[in-house]
Nanobody, 123 residues
């Protein structure tokens, strides 16, 4: 069982930055690949990026490449999403999730989810 708690969301102007954190409970954090997803009002939840269990492999969706980075600190049981050059279209609730399988992007492979944190980017 893994419990995930996101933090770091907020209101920011276009072009600004935010860093989201996701703290995980339990002693097996390094056994989980971690993903970030987002859901805007009226839209389906979409994949943002993922990081492997060891942290050596990351993958981001095309719309955020060059602006967002994912990292993790297994000693602190935390995964991060650094978001730079934010755009109004990045506005959404952002969720972190944990999967027992590396290198997967579909939500169906993620067994544990946080409650989400709101990111609002004003123009």
């Amino acid at each position: 069982q893994v419990q995930l708690v996101e933090s770091g969301g907020g209101l920011v102007q276009a072009g600004g930055s935010l860093r989201l954190s996701c703290a995980a409970s339990g002693r097996t954090f390094s056994s989980y690949a971690m993903g970030w997803f987002r859901q805007a009002p009226g839209k389906e939840r979409e994949f943002v990026g993922r990081i492997s269990m060891s942290g050596t492999s990351t993958h981001l969706t095309d719309s955020v490449k060059g602006r967002f980075t994912i990292s993790r600190d297994n000693a602190k049981n935390t995964v991060y999403l650094q978001m730079n050059s934010l755009k109004p279209e990045d506005t959404a609730v952002y969720y972190c999730a944990a999967s027992g399988t590396n290198y997967v992007s579909s939500p169906r492979y993620y067994n544990y989810w946080g409650q989400g944190t709101q990111v609002t980017v004003s123009s």
